[in-house]
C-alpha cells in the first residue's frame, strides 16, 4: 500500500533535484497546478495517470522508489546514460504559406513579451 506521507516526501525530492516549482512540475508532466497542490498538502492522492506521466518525464526517477522508497534517486542505469528530462518541448511546424505576425511568450512568473512583425 502506498504511504501518502512517504510520497509526498519522494516528490518533493524531484522538485528539488530539478529545481522546479511545483507549477512548473505540474506544466511540464502536463497535469493541472492545483492538482500538484492538492498532493503537496497532503488532500489528495496520486492517481496511476499521475505516476505514469512522471515516469515518462523522468527517465531518472525508478517507479519502484518513486511509489515504495525501493531503489535510488536518481536511478542509475549501467546499460543506458543517465538522462534527465525535456525542458523545452518543441515542435517542428509543417511549412505553410502563411507568415508569422507575432510571438507570445509566457514567463512561469505570470508575466508575458510579445514579438511583433515588422
Not at 504511504?3 to 533535484?17: G, P
Amino acid at each position: 500500500m502506498l504511504n501518502s506521507n512517504s510520497f509526498i516526501l519522494r516528490l518533493k525530492s524531484i522538485l528539488t533535484h530539478y529545481e522546479l516549482s511545483s507549477s512548473a512540475f505540474a506544466d511540464l508532466i502536463e497535469v493541472q497546478r492545483s492538482s500538484i497542490s492538492h498532493l503537496l498538502n497532503g488532500r489528495n492522492k496520486p492517481s496511476l495517470e499521475f505516476i505514469m506521466k512522471i515516469n515518462d518525464a523522468f527517465a531518472e526517477v525508478d517507479i519502484q522508489w518513486l511509489l515504495y522508497g525501493i531503489g535510488s534517486f536518481p536511478k542509475l542505469n549501467e546499460k543506458e546514460p543517465t538522462k534527465t528530462y525535456n525542458k523545452s518541448k518543441q515542435t517542428t511546424l509543417p511549412p505553410s504559406e502563411k507568415n508569422i505576425d507575432r510571438i507570445v511568450i509566457f514567463y512561469n512568473d505570470g508575466t508575458f513579451k510579445t514579438y511583433l512583425e515588422k
